[in-house]
Structures are given as structure tokens and as C-alpha cells.
């Protein structure tokens, strides 16, 4: 199985500051990959799939980019309602989650 | 509108087994497929399986191999996990969520509203 490691696992920051997301995969997983947005007591939300394609009514505040194994998700001005875990996921046979990054509110 | 409904809480004991059900409506049905995920307390998100609506074919993480069942009943549209052999460790809220089947679609594009089960003696 495929592992995906994310990084960092947390990443401090104010409102209206960038952030970069990384997500490595243990062997090429082309660009069958996905981001999600998970908030407390909520289902998770597909943000990004196909590695850079955003997914319906997701802002353009968020891209995706990389391909094979190094991937990241940058959100260019943190909002307060993008505070939240983020997870990446591939899709390539099976299926597979990273251990997710928090973002918090420095 | 594309909504997918899940069973309601439940709570086991240590050995028994635990069947959730997901109704999807708003969309083709065997066009797509459901994958199921759970998150435990304090843990992130964990895949146990896909199942096609259109053949029944399936795919499991290997965690979960030998002790997870996915089915589909396509005359209601509804997707069904079952664990068996529970353990504490499989105290989790559980998600269903629309999958693709050919790579024509996003993946997880939409999500039940999660079924927490608790094992407990």
C-alpha cells in the first residue's frame, strides 16, 4: 500500500498569511491525488483532486500542484474559516490518507 | 441535489458486529462508486474500502481485510458496511462518500453525515 506522509503537522499562522502544504508519497501516484478539508463535527470537503483541478465552488484561494510522489496545497490568504486538519488522499488502485496538518490560528 | 444518508449511532459490545447503511439520492446510483472512512477520537481520517455500484466489486485496505463487508443494493441505492470481530479500537464516526469508478469523476466529492459507533462492554 501506498503511504503518504504529510507535512508539518502543524503550521502556525495569522489570518490573511499564506500556507503551504506538503504531501509526499512513497512511490508515484502520478496525479491521482486529493485534498480535504476536515472541521470539527463535520464531514470532510473535497477541496482539490487530480492534483490541481479545484473542486466545485472551492475558492480560488486554494491550489493544488505536483505530480508522482511531492505535492502541495497552498492557500494564498488565510481566511478564519480555512483554519481546520487538512488531509491529502491518493487514488491510484486503492486509496489512502496522510496523517493531515492542522492549521491554526497563531 | 446529491445527498448521501446514513444509519444512526449505534454502540456494541466487544465481538459483535456492526452493519451502517448510506441511501444516496440525487444522482445515478451505479454510476459511481462509495468508499467507506472512519476517523477515530483524536485520530485522522483512515480508508476501508471501495465497492462499485455498478459490478459489486470491491477493494480494501488490508487493515481491515477478512473483517469488513461492502455491499450495494441498487433497487434502493443503498451502500452497507459491516465490521465484524469489534474491538474497542473501532470506536470511530464512519463516512460514506461518493467515489469514482473509471477515473470519469472526482473522488469523495460527497460525504454521509457519519454514523458514530461505540464498542463498549
Known amino acids: 500500500e501506498i503511504v503518504l506522509t504529510q507535512s508539518p503537522g502543524t503550521l502556525s499562522l495569522s489570518p490573511g498569511e499564506r500556507a503551504t502544504l506538503s504531501c509526499r508519497a512513497g512511490q508515484s501516484v502520478r496525479t491521482h491525488l486529493a485534498w480535504y478539508q476536515l472541521k470539527p463535527g463535520q464531514a470532510p470537503r473535497l477541496l482539490i483532486y487530480g492534483a490541481s483541478s479545484r473542486a466545485t465552488g472551492i475558492p480560488d484561494r486554494f491550489s493544488g500542484g505536483g505530480s508522482g510522489t511531492d505535492f502541495t496545497l497552498t492557500i494564498t490568504r488565510l481566511e478564519p474559516e480555512d483554519f481546520a486538519v487538512y488531509y491529502c488522499q491518493h487514488y491510484v488502485n486503492s486509496r489512502a490518507f496522510g496523517g493531515g496538518t492542522k492549521v491554526e490560528i497563531k | 441535489q446529491v445527498h448521501l444518508v446514513q444509519s444512526g449511532a449505534v454502540v456494541k459490545k466487544p465481538g459483535a458486529s456492526v452493519k451502517v447503511s448510506c441511501k444516496a439520492s440525487?444522482?445515478?446510483?451505479?454510476?459511481?462508486?462509495i468508499s467507506w472512512v472512519r476517523q477515530a477520537p483524536g485520530q485522522g481520517l483512515e480508508w476501508m474500502g471501495w465497492?462499485?455500484?455498478?459490478?459489486?466489486?470491491?477493494k480494501y485496505a488490508q487493515k481491515f481485510q477478512g473483517r469488513v463487508t461492502l455491499t450495494t443494493d441498487t433497487s434502493t441505492s443503498t451502500a452497507y458496511m459491516e465490521l465484524r470481530s469489534l474491538r474497542s479500537d473501532d470506536t470511530a464516526l464512519y463516512f460514506c462518500?461518493?467515489?469514482?469508478?473509471?477515473?470519469?469523476?472526482?473522488?469523495?466529492?460527497?460525504w454521509g453525515q457519519g454514523t458514530l459507533v461505540t464498542v463498549s462492554s
Open positions: 462518500a461518493r467515489d469514482e469508478i473509471y477515473g470519469g469523476s472526482p473522488p469523495f466529492d460527497y
Open positions: 440525487g444522482y445515478t446510483f451505479p454510476n459511481f462508486g
Open positions: 465497492i462499485s455500484a455498478y459490478n459489486g466489486n470491491t
